[in-house]
């Protein structure tokens, strides 16, 4: 008997299920080291499906409390804050470094309010570094000497600046002052020339324009607790280890820390990254004038900022003065 319609069973998967291959590889390590306490903090977000993923790292100092606090507080408000402003680099009310510069001002902010809250905490500070990487772009900002590595072609070169005495000493090395035995031993080596303390920051290292990466390359965020391990043998040990997934590539870099047996050995903190598509994305252009920089004395502002994302920012670093 015919039928005046007919019907054929199909099963349509939705374009939303569509598997699309991930832009990122991200893994974390934290180790106390030798010390009874730790005073690094990291966080990543890199949610599979977005083209844009933060890290940042923080490593405290102001004794045992206080550089626990002060790299915990400044990271969370470091990362809450440039996850809100990511919402307004979007919709092209800013861009991705005007962001950065305001949220390592909220930290400083919040520092300098905690401190004011508890005076016993006077002296505590942090260093910070923000990365985001959009699409195949690296955006930074950093202050402290925690270094950023980028492996590419068998070379790994530090991206950021290093705003410790080690630089000075060493350049004091090439012009024959000391000697390379006394520079590596130098007592003011590790001496921080700028930190996240709710003060002045004397240094901050933020480029205008991103670096570019590709396809394979490795980028490496530590506290400078990995700097047990020479820049020689960071880099020996990322060619042979490249080709694998991160978690292979942290696990290795904090196992080669802990074999030198250092009786000091410091905190040790390890975000390791590796771009898997290189392919770019669009934003849109952020208009002129820039929206304003907030700094430890004032409360951050942005023309067009959402009163809700304010208030949100706001309640996060209450909440860090409890």
């Known amino acids: 008997m015919n039928t005046p319609y007919s019907f054929a069973r199909q099963r349509h998967k939705p374009a939303f299920a569509t598997k699309a291959q991930p832009r990122f590889d991200v893994a974390s390590f934290v180790h106390v080291g030798a ?7 990291v966080v990543t977000n890199f949610p599979k499906g977005d083209d844009i993923g933060v890290a940042v790292l923080a490593d405290g100092m102001g004794g045992h409390l206080g550089g626990e606090v002060a790299s915990n507080a400044a990271l969370s408000v470091a990362f809450a804050e440039m996850k809100l402003q990511l919402v307004h680099v979007r919709a092209g009310h800013m861009s991705i470094p005007q ?6 001002d909220r930290a400083n902010y919040a520092i300098a309010e905690h401190v004011h809250a508890h005076p016993r905490l006077a002296g505590m500070g942090t260093t910070l570094v923000i990365c985001v990487i959009a699409g195949s772009q690296l955006y930074w900002a ?3 000497d925690s270094p950023l590595y980028l492996f590419r072609d ?3 070169t530090r991206l950021n600046e290093d705003h410790s005495m080690g630089p000075q000493i060493d350049a004091m090395v090439q012009s024959g002052i000391i000697n390379a035995a006394d520079a590596a031993d130098h007592p003011q080596r590790n001496q921080l020339l700028s930190a996240v303390c709710g003060g002045d920051l004397t240094h901050l290292d933020c480029p205008d324009s991103s670096f570019a990466l590709t396809s394979g390359d490795v ?5 400078d607790g990995i700097q047990t391990l020479s820049d020689e043998k960071i880099g020996h040990l990322l060619r042979k280890k490249h080709r694998t997934d991160s978690d292979q590539i942290v696990d290795a870099l904090m196992q080669a820390v802990l074999d030198e047996g ?3 050995q410091d905190n040790v903190s390890i975000i390791a990254t590796k771009l898997i598509r290189d392919d770019p994305i669009a934003l849109p252009t952020a208009p002129n004038p820039a ?3 907030a700094t430890a004395a004032t409360s951050p502002t942005a023309e067009g900022n959402d009163t809700d994302v304010e208030q949100a920012s706001d309640l996060l670093n209450k909440a860090l003065l409890l």
């Open 262 to 264: 250092e009786e000091t």
């Open 154 to 156: 068998g070379t790994m």
């Open 291 to 293: 929206p304003p920089v």
């Open 35 to 41: 010390r009874d306490y730790q005073q690094d903090a």
């Open 219 to 223: 980028l490496l965020l530590a506290s």
């Open 142 to 144: 950093s202050v402290g």
């Open 99 to 104: 962001a950065l510069g305001v949220a390592v």
